[in-house]
């Protein structure tokens, strides 16, 4: 149909002979515009779209009507930039008008501001294409996703819907067309599509860290070695650990562990760049449950005295301890009433502090404090002496240091009331670390009055110390101590009815091992009550050496065709699971364009304070660029070189910069620097500040 209004006058159509150029011409920057400069550089310098536009034929074609076009002014401005281009008497180009139609085309262009090249790059081709789209109405048609047919047929079938709305000079050039297929970790269906594209981003294989990591797993501690990316995140972590390990990504939980709590517990998003060489970081791996909540967990202990020497006349032999402190031992009664008036102002349970490995729980959303307990100390119990007594469920932050918000007490009173599971920041089991020895000694009384007593109250407090109580007696310890104390007002406590004489002492769980010298130093140390865990040196520790060398275009396309998990924040509604599920993805080519624009991602963007750019040197070749390998099995391979006819630089950072150009002509590669050109040696084309590749198929 003809075309209803025309913003601009077309053009006469007129075959005309292109010429021979000796050089490019430079570009006047019109106020941070070097970024265009050097865009509209390297798209003159492809042959075909400058012969398109010089010879006129694309008056024929520019389409008035559409309303995802610009009514043919990008068309016009690249047209009057390419004529005066390739003028060999024009001195100077300013491209005043084509920025102007690209304003009006994409707000964010206008004004003076610093902007991507790559992302003009991407708004100039869309405004030409729709300038002179053959198609002035598109037709519509359902997604096949879900067909059965062979996948080269739906090619087929998806590049004809793309070109029945998408048909013109730009999309004969530049199109190409992907295959893109999520598989569900779940069920491992897989779907699949196709859409076409205009210029491929690859990821840059990035500078690797190395770090050291502890497995925990139930049998032993494994010390490993991993690399990630220096600009990455935990994320990147936690996928290279699941690899390694050959284990479930999302139920693998990284801590940094330091004297047996935790220091920081990472999110997915946590930058790389803030972990030290001196962090214990430490994996942790779970079982999901249904309706249940993950919920950090540390041990507390409370050590008891293990001396068998009296604190009063220092004999050596059979000794009791202070049944409230714990902590200070006594041959008889008669030098547990004289020190009496010096110890009691001291005379308190010792303090609880972290010990063991901290870990997680999956605890269920109906929970009770019963529930809870018993699933915290099943837990933490593989790993500690069987002489720690359970003392009670405590809610804590994740250094061990006690918090009231929210306060179990009224939970573990009533065995019916569930748990706020939910508003839980951190679980802790406090033990006692009690000794065995043989059977108690008769309890000696300070007041005879209260000897009657005596012999109940002492019994209350073995039976809160004794390892195989329930859990669901929270601080029974205490109470009973604290009940034996009530028994003699104004009297030395009672002696507690364990003897410590004859029993070895128990020390704390092993610590973290910082480095696998530690941990082998802690491997072979054994504990009364339970030997130390073994510590196993994974293969990777000698294996993984960061990478920080030179990176291929080829390790860039390896990257881009190798699948990858989706985030959390990113997730996939699998079909037959009928649930949102972190799929892994993979891009491969199906069909490529004439001209092949390759957009190297150096720049990466969380928030202002992550945002960094990779000056990563990528060698790229000048001829004979073969992409085949990167084609889906079921395609029919590109098999034709390329070879490379222009490239945008960028020198600077995230925040300033400045764009060139490095074009080809006759032959011969020129630097263009705005309105500044001149020779460049092929020797300085392969730079840290390649940003946009352009080739051409042979």
Known sequence: PAPAAAAAPAPTAVEAPVPLLAHPTGMANVGNTCYMNAVLQCLASCQDLREYFMSGAYAKELNFTNPLGSKGEIALGFSKVVERWANPETPIIIPKDLKRALERKKAEFRGFQQHDAHELLECLLDGLHEDVNRVHSKPYRADDEGSELPLAERAAAAWDYHIARNNSQIADLFHGQYLST???????????????????????????????????????????????????????????????????????????????????????????????????????YFEFEADATVVPLLSLVRRQC???????????????????????????????????????????????????TPTFVAIPNTATYKIAAKKCVQTLRPSLPASYAFNGLRHVNNFGHLTNTPDLAPFAADPALALP??????????????????????????????????????????????????????????????????????????????????????????????????????????????????????ASLTAAVADTGTRGLHGAFAKFCTPEQLSADNTWYCSKCKSHTEATKQMMLFRAPRYLLIHLRRFSWRHVLLSAKLNTLVDFPLEGLDISPYFAPQATACTSPYSLIGVVQHYGTLSGGHYTAAVRLNSTWHKCDDDIVRPLPDTEIASASAYILVYKRD
């Open 182 to 284: 999520l598989t569900c970790p779940e069920c491992a269906h897989s779907s699949t599509r196709f859409d076409p594209f205009t210029s491929i981003s690859l990821p840059l294989p990035p500078v690797t860290r190395r770090l050291q990591v502890q497995y925990v797993r139930p049998d032993a501690d494994v010390m490993l070695a991993v690399l990630v990316p220096e600009a990455g995140e935990i994320r990147d972590l936690r996928r290279a650990l699941a690899e390694t390990l050959e284990v479930k990504g999302n139920r693998l939980r990284i801590a940094e562990v330091f004297q047996s709590k935790f220091q920081r517990i990472f999110s997915d998003s946590f930058p790389i760049a803030k972990v030290l060489e001196s962090d214990v970081l430490v994996a942790f």
């Open 306 to 356: 293990n001396d068998g020497v009296c604190t009063t006349c220092n004999k050596v032999g059979p000794a009791r301890r202070c049944a409230r402190c714990l902590s200070t031992a006594y041959c008889c009664g008669e030098c547990q009433v004289k020190h009496w008036p010096q110890h009691k102002a001291k005379c308190r349970l010792p303090e609880a502090v972290p010990g063991g």
């Open 421 to 538: 599971v939910d508003r839980l920041g951190c679980l802790a089991v406090e033990w006692l670390a009690t000794d065995p020895g043989p059977a108690p000694a008769p309890v000696v009384a300070a007041d005879p009055a209260a000897a009657a007593e005596a012999p109940s109250s002492a019994a209350a407090v073995s039976a809160a110390m004794d390892p195989a109580s329930s859990p669901a007696a929270p601080g029974a310890a205490a109470a009973a101590v604290a009940s034996a104390a009530a028994s003699e007002p104004g009297s030395p406590m009672l002696f507690s009815p364990q003897p410590t004489s004859t029993c070895a002492p128990v020390p704390l769980a092993s610590p973290v091992p910082s480095s696998p010298t530690a941990a082998a130093a802690t491997a072979g140390a054994g504990s009364s009550g339970g030997a130390a865990r073994p510590v196993i040196e994974h």
